[in-house]
């Protein structure tokens, strides 16, 4: 029997988001149907509103989840009802070039649930990431959902399905930054923060906080930065860097905002031979023009991480399993928990940079 449940649909293009009541159906073959427990609101939720992303309206927003897993479809051997999962944005295939090579972050066939949930009129909804968790239930690929420790509290879980993953990913997984590296990362919102803690996990000797917001640099001293750089009234942030690394650069630097001119310091920021890792998406229209005997001449890499470069089965309860010892603090980056009907409000607030997460509890 299809369910109804209230879900946070974005009508049209820039129009605010409202309550709907959304039709869940019953799992199909290799789908499930997860009671949400935990959205995160990410940025991503409200590109999605703005049209930045698609222009597939109505969509049913949120993606950053976990919750307890309802039902299953046929031959779904991945979860079974009563796992406490954290939803990832698509199952992989198994079996194209990149997951034979042993790189499934970039399969050519992922894929989400193949039915669609719906509004009662009948309207197919699309969920934003393909998973759409501001709703008390949803329908996903059982591949989209991973089984972790059920002591981790469900909102600090979500946040592993996006923001957190992204940052941290880009520091330990993309990055590969390693002991006793130094790194330094330009842009310390969420993402950022994240990857300031995966670079903490990781054993980096200094971790250089980049922001031009004094508040987002106390938070990132709270987060594990060992030096803070205002680059707004601080002078040259490439230089800050060089000094706090004996002249060098630093070994890893993450770029988390997504402009140009962050682009640039990033890539001078490193020391030769170093890496640089950019997470912060850009706009199609911006560019960055470099010499090119620097790129020659410094060596090293440039990498673009998403999501994390992450291997959901393998970090996701890897990470549960760090957060429940104590030692990496997921909770940090929950700001407030609110109701399904705030997340308009909360858009608002992330707009003006005073959360790192506002997540929706069921
Ligand atoms: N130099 C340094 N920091 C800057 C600059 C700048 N020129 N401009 C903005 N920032 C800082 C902001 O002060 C803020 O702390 O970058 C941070 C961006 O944080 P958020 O807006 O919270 O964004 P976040 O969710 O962390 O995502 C950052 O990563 O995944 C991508 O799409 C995401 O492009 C976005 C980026
Ligand atoms: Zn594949
Ligand atoms: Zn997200």
Request: overall charge negative; charged content about 20%; aromatic content about 6%.
């Amino acid at each position: 029997m299809p369910q109804r449940v209230r879900g946070v649909i974005a009508p049209g293009k820039g129009e605010p988001v409202r309550i709907e009541t959304v039709v869940v159906p019953d799992p199909g073959p290799g789908e499930a149907v997860v009671q949400v427990q935990a959205c995160g609101v990410c940025h991503t939720d409200l590109h999605y509103r703005e049209g930045g992303i698609n222009d597939d309206f109505p969509f049913l927003l949120g993606h950053e989840a976990a919750g307890i897993v309802e039902t299953v479809g046929d031959g779904v051997t991945e979860v079974a009802p009563g796992d406490f999962v954290i939803l990832n944005w698509r199952a992989v295939c198994g079996q194209c070039r990149a997951c034979l090579r042993g790189r499934p972050q970039y399969c050519f066939n992922t894929h989400n649930a193949r039915q669609k949930m719906a509004l009662e009129d009948g309207t197919e909804l699309s969920p934003a990431l393909g998973i759409g968790a501001f709703a008390e239930k949803t329908l996903v690929a059982a591949g989209q959902c991973t089984k972790v420790d059920p002591a981790a509290s469900p909102a600090a879980a979500g946040l592993l399905g996006c923001g957190v993953m992204a940052g941290l990913g880009a520091a330990v997984n993309t990055g590969g930054v390693s002991r006793g590296d130094t790194v330094a990362v330009i842009g310390c919102g969420g993402v950022g923060n994240a990857a300031i803690m995966g670079a903490r996990l990781a054993g980096a000797s200094r971790i250089i906080a980049v922001d031009i917001d004094d508040s987002k640099l106390a938070t990132a001293l709270r987060l594990g930065a060992t030096h803070t750089v205002n680059s707004r009234s601080g002078g040259d942030p490439v230089e800050a860097v060089r000094e706090l690394t004996g002249g060098n650069g630093a070994d890893v630097v993450i770029e988390a905002v997504g402009r140009p001119e962050t682009y640039r310091q990033a890539f001078y920021a490193r020391d030769l031979a170093g890496t640089v890792v950019l997470v912060g998406v850009p706009t199609p229209e911006m560019t960055l023009e470099l010499p090119l005997l620097d790129v020659f001449g410094r060596g090293g890499s440039l990498k673009s991480s998403w999501y994390g470069d992450c291997l959901p089965s393998r970090d996701f309860p890897m990470l549960i399993d760090l957060y429940l010892q104590g030692r990496l603090d997921l909770d940090a980056f929950v700001s407030e928990t609110i109701g399904l009907d705030d997340v308009e409000a909360a858009f608002a607030r992330m707009q003006r940079g005073e959360v790192l997460r506002s997540v929706v509890l069921f």
